[in-house]
């Protein structure tokens, strides 16, 4: 992996100490001590997949993520523990973020993005999440994703305080952080479209000191097929933003309309949409030939 951080105490003054051979692929590391703190490390040390057994596992169950199959099922088709599944959402979602992470700052400027608010909830419907995704018109890859809790709405709002307590908001602080990932990978004058949110027009002026062009379309009934994301009527302005979003609920088991694998916790579903994104990124363009994943991984 490229941006392999060397040493434990971020010193760079290490030296060569020996080698050993990898048991599941023979494959030959070299190890370093540092100097500074006197720690060994290896080449394998900071990757994502360091002790990780069944390397051979990672493309099929990475690909089962993001097809939209649930973990314990994912472990009775491959034969392993259920755990195990779960411990590798962690792996390949901190390797996922990075990666998305590092994307953003190499990528061409952008100077025009969509970006709205999906909705689902942890474990009840009195206890709602939100996700606000950034997506780029021309490439429709997902530029920028978070997850957190908002209040319960409507007739469930009583209910939930009622059984949960009070449930702390996260909107603003999460679209902020959606503006502020945005800002880095756009133009100074990009052009944004969403929905006629009310809590958008203030962020997006603040967020590019009234340089952006806000483009804001009207919601529209949702059609049938694609998962409630579609619309109605066919193509508009918010197309691209709605298919996309039509994908993540369709391929991420637990965004599913009416499935009963609901969000348990919502670090372990960050990561979840985490995988989806880097596979949606790739596949849009192009790059979805399981091989590439598979050495992206090593
Ligand atoms: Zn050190």
Same mark, same amino acid.
């Given at each position: ?26 494959? @030959? ?79 061409? @400027? ?189």
């Amino acid at each position: 992996m490229s941006e392999t951080k060397y040493n434990h105490c971020h010193s760079h003054r290490f030296v060569k100490n020996g080698n050993y051979r990898r048991k599941s692929d023979n494959r @030959k590391f070299q190890r370093f001590q540092c100097r500074n703190c006197k720690r060994n490390f290896s080449e394998q040390t900071f990757k994502p997949d360091y002790r990780l057994k069944q390397r051979d596992l990672n493309l099929l169950i990475f690909r089962l993520l993001a097809g939209g199959m649930a973990q314990r099922e994912i472990a009775r088709t491959v034969g392993i523990c259920r755990n195990s599944v779960a411990s590798r959402v962690i792996r390949y979602g901190k390797y996922a973020k990075a990666k998305l992470k590092l994307y953003r700052e190499q990528m061409p @400027k952008s100077d025009l993005v969509l970006f709205d608010e999906m909705e689902t909830f942890e474990h009840t419907k009195c206890k709602p999440l939100t996700m606000p995704i950034a997506v780029e018109e021309k490439t429709r890859k997902i530029l920028s994703f978070s997850v957190g809790t908002i209040a319960a709405k409507g007739h469930l709002a009583k209910i939930s305080r009622k059984k949960y307590g009070p449930r702390p908001c996260q909107r603003k602080e999460l679209l902020k952080k959606l503006i502020s990932e945005l800002r880095l990978c756009c133009t100074t004058n990009p052009t944004i479209k969403t929905d006629r949110s009310h809590h958008y027009p203030k962020l997006i002026a603040k967020g590019w000191k009234g340089k952006a062009v806000h483009k804001v379309s009207k919601g529209r009934r949702a059609a049938v097929t694609g998962q409630g994301e579609m619309k109605k009527g066919g193509y508009d302005d918010l197309f691209f933003l709605n298919h996309t979003y039509a994908m993540i609920r369709d391929k991420v088991k637990c965004l599913t309309r009416k499935t009963w694998c609901t969000v348990k916790k919502i670090k372990m579903f960050e990561y979840l949409v985490y995988i989806y994104v880097h596979f949606h990124n790739q596949r849009v363009e192009g790059k979805d030939r399981p091989t590439l994943i598979y050495q992206q991984l090593l």
